[in-house]
């Protein structure tokens, strides 16, 4: 393949799994393409055991600066559709997500940086929500999670005025969790990914659930929970003054 083609760059190395946005000539823009593909790529990670989190970012300087302006030429909604199709089976991925955000995260980028569980950024990042720009509609899906993200007014003022906030901003607005000095974002995500894949996925997925609003999983969770023995290697572990050995895996939410 081409490496200058646009596409999603996956690798899995130690139960992390990295999807690398891929298009520097068009600072990582999402295509047609790369939309259609990244759902079937997501389940393809949630079905391997292996996986225990997902770090999503982008290649180079850039996270992604949206979707490809020239597919917007041919049927809005159907590339819209696309994108939120994408965009709502990252935030089902069973497993712990994280967004790695260098430079640009603008328009369909910021989508799928708020579909993540979590997003730390390298100072010098730049967020932004720019259908204004464009006359779009943006989807009511999307809007939602911006605001439970953000919180209404936050969210009207980047839907509004397509103006790109600062990591500063962000961090206090809550579109970024992290911001790390320029140089250290790679280490702070290998640490943080570290420390995650070394905990339990069963407190994780369940979390992950209720934290999203799920309220008809509680049943699930308790048997889960009796017949995954984290528990006991949790409370054995600690007592023996031992790192624990969770063994729980989880597939694809129901």
């Known amino acids: 393949m081409d490496r200058t083609e646009p596409r999603l760059v996956t690798s899995v190395e130690r139960g992390v799994a990295t999807v690398v946005i891929a298009n520097p000539a068009k600072r990582n823009a999402m ?8 759902p079937e790529l997501l ?14 970012t982008g290649a180079g300087d850039t996270f992604c600066a949206g979707a490809d302006i020239s597919t917007l030429r041919e049927i809005p909604e159907s590339a819209q559709g696309l994108a939120v199709a994408a965009e709502d089976a990252l935030a089902a991925f069973p497993r712990p997500t994280l967004a790695a955000v260098r430079g640009y995260c603008v328009g369909g980028g910021s989508q799928l940086a ?6 730390f950024a390298e100072e010098g990042a730049s967020f932004g929500v720019t259908p204004a720009k464009l006359g779009i509609v943006y989807p009511a899906s999307s809007t939602r999670r911006l605001v439970a993200l953000v919180g209404p007014a936050t969210a009207k003022h980047l839907l509004f005025s397509g103006e790109l906030i ?5 961090l206090r607005t809550g579109l970024a969790d992290e911001v790390l000095p320029a140089g250290g974002l790679d280490k702070r995500v290998e640490e943080y990914v570290r420390v995650l894949a070394s905990r339990s996925l ?6 992950k659930e209720f934290a999203a609003g799920r309220r008809d999983r509680d049943a699930h969770w308790a048997g889960e929970a009796r017949g995954s023995g984290d528990t006991a290697e949790g409370v054995a572990a600690f ?3 031992r790192a624990p050995r969770f063994t729980y895996t989880t597939g694809p939410t129901r």
């Open 43 to 56: 389940e393809r990670l949630a079905a391997d055991p292996a996986v225990r989190m997902l770090v999503l």
């Open 31 to 38: 295509t047609t393409a790369m939309w259609r593909s990244l």
């Open 202 to 207: 069963l407190t994780q997925a369940a979390a």
């Open 114 to 119: 708020a579909a993540c569980d979590l997003r």
């Open 166 to 170: 600062d990591t500063e901003r962000a």
């Open 239 to 241: 007592l023996e003054r």
